[in-house]
């Protein structure tokens, strides 16, 4: 098995900042109070179909204290489960992070980046909301420590797009990783395995697109979750839940396909408990990695190994 990586036979993150930093460099979730266009009416309502409108950012603290509050709060989270460092990443997580004029983004991403022990800004948001304005900040931002900017891509294939209402056609996303990439921003996209009426090869055609424009990806596993059309559609039998050996097939072949510089910053992920329908099995996130890297290591599957340019 082909290993540049440390112990996993892929470029994780967990890998990447240990390189850059000399140690391992955890995320604070952030909460940043901002709402996104696809729930407030701009283009839609009720957001994408898995959307439960809960946000995410399990251990960010309540927006009505301040960033500085919020990064000293999740420091001291981390700090009583896990064995930190001194280096974190400022990660505004929830909805869409840049949809706000400059005057409310530039105080909240200065904050973050004041903080003596963040290292990193990483900021969620849409291709569909960094418009000139918020570049420039973006840019600023840069100067000062390095930025991280996730986009949520979800699909390539614009059939599904349209299903799960994302709002904006694929094109806007290349422009958008295009244009980060030229200012200096490091790009990561989140990828749906899983989506509705979307065949293994689907996917995999999303991933082989996003390694080729994106400095890193996220895979997620599909959640159907309470309170959302998707249950409602799950509920009516319009489509099924991924096994976790199907899921985990998807996994292995995705970073098969995957340029050996595209950092994984994430292989699946865990459903807010309390709102999970399906699939149960996404419950024990910890025994599904471990069974991602058994199978790795049986298959002698790395990252890139059938990667064409």
Known sequence: ?????GEKPYHSLDYEMKRRYGEKVYKVSLESGLTCPNRDGTLGRG??????????GDFASPRTSSIRTQIDNGIRGLSERKQVGNRFIAYFQSFTNTYAPTGILRPMYMEALEHPDVVM??????PDCLPAEVMKLLEECRRIKPVIVELGLQTIHESTAE?????????IYDTAVESLKSIGIEVVTHVIAGLPHETGSDFLETVSHVGNLSDGIKIQLLHILKNTV???????HEFRALSQEEYIQIVLRSLSILPEHVIIHRLTGDGPGNLLIAPEWSRHKRQVLNEIHRQLKIRNIWQGKEYNA
């Open 121 to 126: 800004l990483s900021i969620a948001t849409r």
């Open 1 to 5: 098995m082909k290993q540049l990586w």
């Open 230 to 236: 998707l249950a409602d559609m799950y509920r009516n």
């Open 47 to 56: 957001g994408c179909i898995f959307c439960s409108g809960t946000g995410s």
């Open 163 to 171: 299903l799960i209402h994302r709002g904006y056609p694929l094109k």
